[in-house]
């Protein structure tokens, strides 16, 4: 069974930095895109990044320039750098592992990841 599990959340002041974690266990599919979407309570859900199989990485609008995703294949976990947080930046991050970038593609709409982890809360605070 594969189970997904974030961590690393926490505070941190606008301006800071903060760094997630997501272990992927049990990964039987070939190819794979992972990545990180979030929700902030009454919002909709966010795209924030993935990285696939061959290294290529794509962020959400407003996290470019700001958030990294890496992902290290030996440890079978997934990462995300978060620099120059903002108080936009609070919702809880949930980390996501599919074979498609339907997921990424259709987030606005509704769509989920195949598999997802039970998310972790990032609070920016001015």
């Known amino acids: 069974q594969v189970t997904l599990v974030e961590s690393g959340g926490g505070s941190a002041q606008s301006g800071g930095s903060l760094s997630l974690s997501c272990t992927i266990s049990?990964?039987?599919?070939?190819?794979?895109?992972m990545g990180w979407y979030r929700q902030a309570p009454g919002q909709e859900r966010q795209r924030v990044a993935y990285?696939?199989?061959?290294?290529?990485?794509a962020y959400g609008d407003s996290v470019k320039g700001r958030f990294t995703v890496s992902q290290d294949n030996a440890k079978n976990t997934l990462y995300l750098q978060m620099n120059q947080l903002k108080t936009e930046d609070t919702a809880m991050y949930y980390c996501?592992?599919?074979?498609?970038?339907?997921?990424?593609?259709?987030?606005?709409?509704?769509?989920?990841?195949?598999?997802r982890g039970q998310g972790t809360q990032v609070t920016v605070s001015s």
């Open positions: 996501a592992a599919d074979t498609t970038y339907s997921w990424w593609l259709l987030l606005p709409q509704g769509a989920v990841a195949r598999f």
């Open positions: 049990a990964w039987p599919y070939s190819p794979h895109l």
């Open positions: 990285i696939d199989a061959g290294e290529s990485t």
